[in-house]
């Protein structure tokens, strides 16, 4: 193999072909390597081109706006334009919340000659104190600083005249009420930079609000304004008007009829809401104790929030009575459907008054002495308010069925009304339920509602058994007419059938007619209603001898239109429903017949 090997060494020929061969793989290597290097060197190239291209795209596209706004910002001096904010109005046109101009002045320091000199004239001007004027003029590094808020046209007039260096002014708007303390919950107020804090004004304010504007000058590096440029006028856009359902007139006659139950009973509070029992808009709802709207109580936390509170809407209580409208309504219904567990209207129910469940005892109120409120029918046990025979309904029925039933009727969950912190109220998990439980939930104890939950539960068991998404704003729209957003009613579930509707408001209105809620009747427009009388509860206990008097009611019983629900917290002296309450739905309805000239039948 040497000798070979050796052989080809000394052939030229034979050594000169393994040297271009050697020398041929040499030059394909390199030209790999090469190749390779190329590739990288590209693809690094075009990875930098793109990133460059992107980040052009990123900045001239993108970011084009804020770049814009920025540059505008550094080269320029703004006066805001404040947005007018739209009006509340009832269902016909009466102004409920409106605006007042007024004005904010502010001082630019870089601006300013005579500190000293700026500071008199402002204060004579104003009236404001000169010390305090040059105070935040000169300790203030910020390059703008505000001086008074909310000052009246003759003040700016006068100011205007003085034409002083680096002051200015743009309009500002002051929120007010015009009927003072009229819907003071349902309304809500404003914060002192004009956006809502609490009720419609709060729900609403996207659409309230509207949009600033600015009117914009053009400055040197140090925020001089810079003699002879021209100012650029972007134009605010005002807040939309809001319509509500609520009816002032009604309102009024509700608000006075809770004055006079306040002044009569001192109770802790009273509460009140009519409903178009067709539609389930708010025609009217107030709380008592209210305050005026001008001048809310922002000093006292405790007192503004307790006062600003919708008792109605965002408070539970143990509904008692009335609620035996809700376990007829169930047992009705049952009954049309052949259930066998149902009572017939002409069922008759025990005489005994008194029943034991699960060891606990269920009395009737009566004493049931010489025969009285025995034997009675369902509408009978109605017009007496009789518990055991509502407690005999709702074991029959059973708490699959009765439950099923309490959450077709909204309770135990938000009705969906366009209010912010609605109550869900309380309600006894399905599975939890005993038998006891059962059986004082049928007659209105072991459960809490909402004043709302049960109007809207009320309204749906007699109006045909439509339950409806109570609304309080009916319209949002422009100053021009231009209508943004109309709500129609917006159907929820259905509850009971028609006929049941029909047959319950009659045995409804025999109560007002010969039972309980006599004090509720007015001749010749068919008031259909019950009364409730609930004991208070306290850190989990019965509050000895405090009660809730309450009364629901409506006319008229064959064709109903409107619906109210009278509360009245902790009555002093009498406490009963049909006491204390009814009248009060007696005296609204009264108002509501004289104000919309309703004619007797």
């Known amino acids: 193999m040497k000798a070979k090997r050796n052989r080809i060494i000394q052939n030229p020929k034979a050594r000169w072909r393994i040297i271009k061969r050697r020398l041929g793989e040499s030059e394909h290597f390199s030209i790999s390597i090469l190749q390779k290097r190329l590739l990288a060197i590209t693809l690094a190239v075009t990875f930098l081109f793109a990133l460059l291209c992107g980040r052009f795209f990123y900045v001239q596209v993108i970011w084009q706006e804020e770049l814009g706004y920025r540059a505008l910002d550094q080269w320029t001096r703004e006066i805001p334009i404040v947005a007018q904010r739209g009006e509340i109005v009832d269902r016909n046109g009466v102004v409920l919340a409106e605006n007042q101009t007024a004005y904010t002045v502010f001082a630019r320091s870089n601006a300013l000659k005579d500190v000293e000199k700026t500071a008199k004239e402002l204060a004579m001007a104003l009236g404001k104190d000169e010390g305090k004027l040059y105070e935040t003029l000169t300790k203030k590094k910020a390059s703008e600083v505000t001086l008074a808020k909310k000052v009246g046209k003759a003040e700016i007039e006068n100011l205007a005249k003085l034409s002083l260096d680096g002051i200015y002014y743009a309009r500002d708007n002051v ?114 104790p209210c305050y005026d709207l001008n001048d809310i109580p922002r000093d006292d936390i405790t007192a503004l929030n307790k006062l600003s509170r919708n008792l109605l809407v965002c408070d539970v209580y143990e509904p008692g009575s009335t609620f035996k409208i809700i376990t007829s309504a169930i047992n009705l219904e049952e009954y049309a459907k052949g259930n066998a567990r149902a009572v017939s209207p002409n069922y008759v129910f025990s005489s005994s008054r008194t029943r034991s469940v699960d060891g606990t005892t269920v009395k009737c109120w009566s004493n049931h002495a010489n025969g009285k409120h025995c034997n009675q029918t369902l509408a009978e046990a109605l017009n007496n308010s009789c518990n055991p025979c509502f407690t005999d309904m709702a074991l029959r029925l059973g708490k699959q069925t009765f439950y099923s039933y309490l959450s077709a009727f909204g309770f135990g969950k938000r009705t969906g009304i366009d209010y912010g912190g609605e109550a869900y109220g309380l309600l006894m998990s399905e599975k939890a339920v005993r038998d006891c439980d059962l059986a004082r939930i049928g007659f209105g104890q072991t459960i809490a509602v909402s004043g709302l939950q049960l109007a809207c539960a009320t309204a749906s068991a007699i109006n045909g058994g439509y339950y409806y998404q109570p609304r309080l704003v009916k319209k949002i729209y422009a100053d021009d007419g231009y209508v943004l957003k109309e709500y129609t009613p917006t159907l929820r579930n259905r509850t009971v059938s028609e006929e049941t509707s029909k047959t319950l408001a009659k045995m409804l209105e025999g109560v007002v007619t010969v039972g309980s809620g006599k004090r509720a009747y007015i001749e010749g427009y068919g008031v259909g209603g019950k009364t409730g009388t609930g004991q208070r509860w306290k850190d989990g206990r019965l509050d000895q001898g405090k009660y809730t008097s309450s009364f629901v009611g409506f006319f008229p019983y064959d064709n109903p239109k409107y619906l109210t629900l009278v509360i009245v917290n902790e009555p002093q002296g009498q406490y009963y429903g049909s006491v204390v309450a009814s009248p009060v739905a007696k005296e609204i309805f009264e108002g509501i017949i004289s104000l919309q000239n309703i004619q007797p039948k």
């Open 175 to 288: 929120r007010t009420y015009p009927k003072t303390t009229t819907l003071c919950q349902v309304l809500g107020f404003t914060s002192y930079d004009g956006s809502g804090t609490t009720g419609v004004e709060k729900y609403y304010d996207e659409f309230l609000s509207g949009k600033n504007g600015e009117l914009l000058y053009e400055t040197d590096l140090v925020g001089k304004e810079i003699q002879g440029s021209v100012a650029t006028y972007l134009p605010a856009e005002d807040g939309y008007n809001v319509q509500l359902t609520i009816d002032y007139g009604v309102q009024r006659i509700v608000e006075s009829a809770l004055e006079r139950v306040t002044r009569e009973y001192n109770p802790l509070s009273a509460e009140c809401i009519v409903l178009d029992v067709n539609t389930f808009e708010v025609l009217a709802l107030a709380n008592y």
